[in-house]
């Protein structure tokens, strides 16, 4: 599909000092609207503030605005106007208009054309609702879909007066039933049994020489029961996991694979200081801008609370995702993000439950579990002693003289971004930047150990978010 050039267009106030700017492609035409008074009699009406369309006619773009409604939230006037209108909608939620917050959605309107699919926004600026919509038949909706992420991105208004009613309503959720079982983690193992979470298992040693991160090291297991308890650095907690999967840690996030890759689930810490729900708010909202049509359930089973989406694809694969998230430290969460094709996705989603009801964060366990089944390299368990020991001269040779991947780079830069932060702990600030120094030495190394123009382009993006976490 070839990216057609996006320009800026102002659009002059026809009505309530609403003149405001957007982009859109640069071939695109304006259309002229008719000279009328507005009227506003018709509740159901809107009045024109612009339009735009394609050379071949096909795609248009157009605005409109009225006073804003006495009581309601924009939600609740963009579904009546829709209802009036009697269109297909597909679609509805929040999102974001340039930086006002607004409610998205898609329909299919009847048009002599054909099937048609129409985007559209609604926002609230200073007793303002403005309308937004961008329409193209169904054959061109990858064209319409890109032309529709420009124009939410660069509207923005001449004259902001700011919004004034709330959003939404709090969206509905479905409570499971307060006697719910939790599944167990062991009814998900799988074929393969406890070699697959293990360091020396093929796959992991394969993404250990690519940089990804370690196989989690194993503190106990149950293969009778398909369980194992493995410590997880980027959770800072014990959890279980089923065996025949596989797992990742690189620090940032725990990842469990299905060997088939219909499924994937990341746990990951994520700062929530306004809540848990604040936070699924985010995640609908970015979910919304990067797929045309997805369609949400919200979710809570005890303290555990989700987020349910469908009608996402991965290029012609159907996807389903799950949001989960369980309190951690006052505000932070973990989250469970589970991908899935549709036909897994549910059984996906109980495995993602019983993994959060299993964390046992470190903060909370009396005293450490004394390791059963430790499969990491004896260099890594070695590295790993003198570095409690504050040896980390010793455990940074140890790990280069032992370990001949890539990879061994940057955990020897997380080991020295862990002294950073034990540092500033204790108040020891000199010693804390002589330990970013070598977090930054060690992570910029990673990089440029590089042997090819795309590994570059992929280890420079890991440092660059390596050194963005930490700051």
């Known amino acids: 599909m070839t990216t057609p050039l996006f320009v800026e267009r102002e659009f002059p106030s026809r009505i309530a000092n609403l003149g405001f700017f957007v982009a859109l492609p640069q071939n695109w035409q304006p ?44 939600q609740d006037w963009a579904r009546w106007l829709i209802e009036q209108h009697g269109v297909d909608l597909r679609t509805l ?15 299919a309107p009847e048009s ?37 992420q420009q124009v939410l991105r660069s509207f923005r208004l001449a004259a902001p007066q700011g919004p004034s009613v709330p959003l939404a309503p709090a969206p509905a959720v479905h409570q499971a039933p307060a006697d719910a079982p939790v599944a167990d983690v062991g009814q998900f193992a799988l074929p393969g049994g406890l070699a697959t979470l293990q360091q020396d298992h093929p796959l992991q040693q394969a993404w250990l020489s690519q940089g990804q991160g370690f196989a989690p090291p194993i503190r106990a297991a149950d293969e009778a029961g398909g369980r194992a308890w493995v410590a997880s650095m980027a959770l800072q907690a014990v959890l279980a996991l ?75 694969q159907a996807l389903e995702q799950m949001h989960l998230l369980l309190p951690a430290e006052e505000g932070f969460a973990v989250r469970a993000r589970v991908t899935a094709t549709p036909a897994a996705a549910s059984q996906a989603g109980d495995l993602a439950e019983a993994l959060l009801h299993s964390l046992q964060f470190v903060s909370e366990l009396a005293e450490p579990e004394t390791p059963v089944h430790d499969e990491r390299p004896e260099w890594a368990r070695q590295a790993e002693a003198l570095e409690a020991q504050g040896r980390l001269a010793e455990a940074e ?22 002294e950073m932060g034990r540092c500033l702990a204790r108040g020891e600030a000199a010693a804390a930047a002589s330990a970013r120094e070598a977090a930054v030495r060690w992570a910029h190394a990673y990089a440029a150990s590089a042997t090819s123009g795309g590994e570059g382009v992929a280890l420079s993006r890991e440092r660059d978010e390596f050194l963005a976490r930490l700051g």
């Open 112 to 148: 002599d054309m054909g099937p048609m699919q129409t985007h559209f926004a609604f926002a609230e600026d200073g007793g303002r609702l403005i309308h937004l919509s961008l329409t193209g038949p169904e054959e061109l909706q990858a064209q319409t879909w890109q032309a529709w």
């Open 397 to 418: 040779r140890l790990m280069l003289d032992s370990c001949p991947y890539l990879g061994v780079l940057i955990s020897v830069a997380e080991m020295y971004r862990r």
């Open 242 to 316: 089923p065996t025949g999967w596989h797992a990742l840690d690189d620090s940032r996030r725990l990842l469990l694979l299905h060997p088939d890759n219909s499924v994937q689930i990341s746990l990951q810490r994520l700062a929530a200081p306004e809540g848990l729900a604040a936070l699924l708010d985010q995640i609908e909202a970015q979910t919304r801008a990067d797929y045309p049509a997805p369609q949400f359930l919200r979710l809570q089973c005890g303290p555990v609370q989700g987020l349910a989406v469908r009608g996402i694809a991965d290029g012609d």
């Open 31 to 74: 259309l002229e609207l008719p000279d009328e008074e507005p009227d506003f009699s018709d509740a159901r009406k809107l009045f024109g503030l612009a339009a735009a369309h394609a050379p071949y006619a096909a795609l248009v773009f157009t605005a409109a605005a009225r006073p804003a409604f006495d009581d309601g939230t924009v």
């Open 93 to 107: 939620g929040p999102g974001q208009l340039g930086s006002l917050p607004a409610i998205l959605g898609q329909c």
